[in-house]
């Protein structure tokens, strides 16, 4: 699994690093999948990989895809993303009582850049992702 510093491109700054898992709906409550995800927030992006011995490229949406983000509602602490492909995340965050998260997601989807920073969402990298999590 790559680190933070490995992952951060120049003129992008570290914001917190959390244990997720993906939250999906079956036909009566949220379940979590498996293996649970690293997820390394930054001012641009959230980054996420696979807590698995095999190194995976992470999967990686901009903040700047994030339309909405609100409490999951569950028992459990989570988040629900809306992201502008019409795509919606939900996940389950570990250890996380004060839901920065939630707090930082909404920070970061405000429009308030000092530095441009190309990033462009790979709908094929969560996709891949989710599809590793669903085997």
């Known amino acids: ?27 009566t409550h949220w379940t979590s999948t498996v293996p649970p995800l690293y997820a390394i927030l ?16 992470p999967a990686i949406i901009p903040t700047s895809y994030v339309t909405n983000v609100v409490r999951l509602n569950t028992d459990r602490n989570g988040v629900m993303l809306y992201l502008k492909t019409g795509h919606r995340i939900g996940l389950f965050v570990t250890a996380d009582p004060q ?18 920073f190309d990033g462009e969402f790979d709908a094929a990298t969560v996709r891949r992702i989710i599809e590793f999590l669903a085997s």
Do not use: C, S
């Open 99 to 116: 839901q920065t998260l939630l707090h930082n997601l909404q920070q970061r989807k405000l429009p308030k850049r000092k530095v441009h």
């Open 1 to 27: 699994m790559l680190t933070a510093d490995q992952l951060l491109k120049e003129g992008e700054t570290f914001i917190e690093d959390y244990n997720i898992e993906i939250a999906r709906w079956t036909n």
């Open 42 to 57: 930054t001012d641009y992006r959230l980054i996420l990989q696979p807590h698995t011995r095999k190194r995976y490229e």
